[in-house]
C-alpha cells in the first residue's frame, strides 16, 4: 500500500526551462512534505519542505507547492541546470512525535545542456 | 569531514551468513535511523534510535537487529541473510526526533546476497 506516489519515473528537460516534478498522496494525516535529491552512488540530501498549513514554500530556483484537497505537491526547478540531475523523492510524514518519513518511489530528472 | 558515514559500502556475501553494517554520525544529533531501498527503489524506513532508546520499529523481521552503543553510533546486523535482503542500506540522523527535523544520509551501504 503506498501512500506516496511519484508516477513519473523520469523527466528530461532543457537548461534553464522550467522543471515540474509531482508527487500524489493518499493518507489525510500527513502533514509535513519534503523533497530529497539524490545523486548516484550517494544518500538523499534534503531539498525543501512544506507544511500542511501552507500552499508554497519557496527557497531560491525551488519552489513547493501543496494541493491538499487534491493530496498533491509539485515541485518546480526554475530555471533548470544540468546539475539539478538527480533522483528526487517526495516524502510525507504523518502529524506525531516521530519523524518517521514515508517515501515516493523518486523521479529521475535529467537536465539537457 | 563526513557528516553521517556507514561502512562498507559495498557487502557481497553468502545465504545464511550473518554481517553488520556500520554507522557513525559527527554532527552531534540525538536520533538516528536506518533505511532499506529495495531493488524497485522504495526506500523505506526500519529503525529509529533516539538518545541510545528504540523509538520507531517497523515489521522488520527479527533477524535484523539494531544496535545503539551511544548517540552517535547505530549498527546494523543481519543474522541469516536471505537473497531478499540485497538492498541499499542508508543510515540518517537528525537533531530530534520531531517530525520537521532535517533528517541527513549516509552515502549507503549495497549489500548484496548471493
Known amino acids: 500500500d503506498q501512500q506516496v506516489k511519484q508516477n513519473s519515473p523520469s523527466l528530461s528537460v532543457q537548461e534553464g526551462r522550467i522543471s515540474i516534478l509531482n508527487c500524489d498522496y493518499t493518507?489525510?494525516?500527513?502533514?509535513?512534505f519534503l523533497w530529497y535529491k539524490k545523486y548516484p552512488a550517494e544518500g538523499p540530501t534534503f531539498l525543501i519542505s512544506?507544511?500542511?498549513?501552507?500552499d508554497k514554500n519557496e527557497d531560491g530556483r525551488f519552489t513547493v507547492f501543496l494541493n491538499k484537497s487534491a493530496k498533491h505537491l509539485s515541485l518546480h526547478i526554475v530555471p533548470s541546470q544540468p546539475g539539478d540531475s538527480a533522483v528526487y523523492f517526495c516524502?510525507?510524514?504523518?502529524?506525531?512525535?516521530?519523524?518517521?518519513?514515508?517515501f515516493g518511489t523518486g523521479t529521475l530528472l535529467a537536465v539537457q545542456p | 569531514d563526513t557528516a553521517v558515514s556507514q561502512t562498507p559500502k559495498y557487502l557481497v556475501t553468502q545465504m545464511g551468513n550473518d554481517k553488520s553494517i556500520k554507522c557513525e554520525q559527527n554532527?552531534?544529533?540525538?536520533?538516528m535511523y536506518w533505511y532499506k531501498q529495495d531493488s524497485k527503489k522504495f526506500l523505506k524506513i526500519m529503525f529509529s534510535?533516539?538518545?541510545?532508546?528504540?523509538?520507531i520499529n517497523e515489521t522488520v523481521p527479527n533477524r535484523f537487529s539494531p544496535k545503539s552503543p551511544d548517540k552517535a553510533h547505530l549498527n546494523l546486523h543481519i543474522n541469516s541473510l536471505e537473497l531478499g535482503d540485497s538492498a541499499v542500506y542508508f543510515c540518517?540522523?537528525?537533531?530530534?526526533?520531531?517530525?520537521?527535523?532535517?533528517?541527513?544520509f549516509g552515502p549507503g551501504t549495497r549489500l548484496t546476497v548471493l
Open positions: 554532527l552531534g544529533h540525538d536520533t
Open positions: 540518517a540522523s537528525s537533531q530530534e526526533p520531531g517530525y520537521t527535523d532535517t533528517q541527513y
Open positions: 534510535y533516539n538518545n541510545k532508546e528504540l523509538i
Open positions: 493518507n489525510s494525516m500527513f502533514d509535513y
Open positions: 512544506i507544511s500542511s498549513i501552507k
Open positions: 516524502a510525507a510524514i504523518e502529524g506525531g512525535a516521530t519523524n518517521k518519513l514515508i
